[in-house]
């Protein structure tokens, strides 16, 4: 099965589905099967990323306490016995400072042009603030129901999300609230059979086993990117790029029955060597802390062992240059 290509998706779902359907054969559904996708949004570090995984029920998008850990929507897949929910998880909405900046807020306005449905997390450990009152002007003029999910309920008592629920439903005029845990796994079901009743009829669009269409390439970039954010300093996280060069299997030896090891090529790039240091580390201990640490979920998502070579490189102000950040995919 070959997934649809950006360009397909940009052209909106009913488009997608219809490319999708003529590429691949699909078991029979029920007359009422509903599809369609949905985009999750919100501030930075709402928890967009940790709703998606456990929607998915796998990881396939990364999560940090840094803000702006996601830097290109992600879609991710959920299928059920009656429907089945696409998902865009977008980079958090903020005040852009770089070039990078400005083009992550215009992934999220372009999600929202090619939905059924709009997840709008809310934090239930956070008062409402400026942040979340921009992003509810925003939405006031998107065409399809909005469901605001209040997330982290696992973080206050009953008092605090009940004060919290009557503050979200004061902000705009939305189709339901779901307060969940995603981390906890709370009221992730009900949140799925909620957004359910808003998808159109419609066959599935992705194989009912898929849970991404997301390259491997841009997943060992983002485990590696996850692993190198943890415990770093604050300019850091913004400063930092991962870009998987090459993918190489090794010759397999004689007599061996086990799928032979890749060698794994990979660039992190920082903007100034002072960076370069910090991600280093001292003796080289904290790379290879990272290199340890993204390995086992780089093997873990791809069933095999590899191995990595990890590169640090200095890209001078990569965040404002237009041929770094398409070099990155950005």
């Given at each position: 099965m070959q997934f649809p290509s950006d360009e397909a998706l940009m052209t909106g779902p009913s488009a997608l589905a219809e490319k999708t359907a003529e590429k691949a054969q699909f078991p029979e559904v029920s007359p009422d099967?509903?599809?369609g996708f949905a985009t999750i949004v919100g501030r930075p570090n709402v928890g967009k990323s940790t709703l998606t995984n456990a929607i998915v029920g796998q990881k396939i998008a990364i999560t940090s306490m840094r803000p702006e850990t996601?830097?290109?929507?992600?879609?991710?897949?959920?299928s059920t016995d009656i429907g089945q929910l696409i998902l865009l998880d977008t980079p958090g909405y903020h005040r852009p400072r770089t070039l990078l900046g400005k083009r992550l807020n215009d992934q999220v306005r372009e999600a929202l042009t090619q939905v059924d449905l709009v997840f709008f997390c809310m934090p239930a450990d956070q008062k409402v603030g400026p942040g979340d009152r921009f992003i509810a002007r925003e939405?006031?003029?998107v065409k399809v129901p909005v469901i605001a999910v209040v997330t982290k309920t696992d973080l206050v008592d009953q008092g605090r999300l009940l004060e919290h629920l009557t503050e979200v439903a004061q902000l705009g005029d939305w189709a339901e609230i779901v307060p969940v845990s995603a981390k906890k796994n709370k009221q992730v079901d009900v949140l799925v059979?909620?957004?359910?009743?808003?998808?159109?009829?419609?066959p599935p669009l992705y194989p009912l086993d898929a849970l991404s269409?997301?390259?491997d390439e841009k997943m060992i970039a983002e485990f590696i990117r996850e692993a190198a954010l943890e415990g770093v300093r604050e300019e850091l996280p913004h400063s930092l790029a991962v870009q998987v060069e090459e993918i190489i299997e090794r010759d397999r030896v004689?007599?061996?029955?086990?799928?032979?090891l890749l060698d794994i090529h990979v660039n992190v790039y920082v903007e100034r060597d002072s960076q370069k240091a910090i991600i280093i580390g001292k003796g080289g201990a904290r790379l290879k802390?990272?290199?340890t640490v993204s390995r086992q979920n780089i093997e873990q998502y791809l069933g095999r062992r590899v191995y990595l070579d990890l590169h640090v490189r200095t890209a001078k102000d990569w965040q404002s240059d237009p041929k770094m950040?398409?070099?990155l995919g950005l």
């Open positions: 099967y509903v599809a996601t830097r290109h929507t992600i879609r991710g897949v959920h939405l006031r003029d059979d909620v957004a359910l009743k808003y998808l159109p009829p419609s269409d997301e390259s004689k007599g061996q029955k086990s799928r032979p802390h990272i290199g950040l398409g070099r």
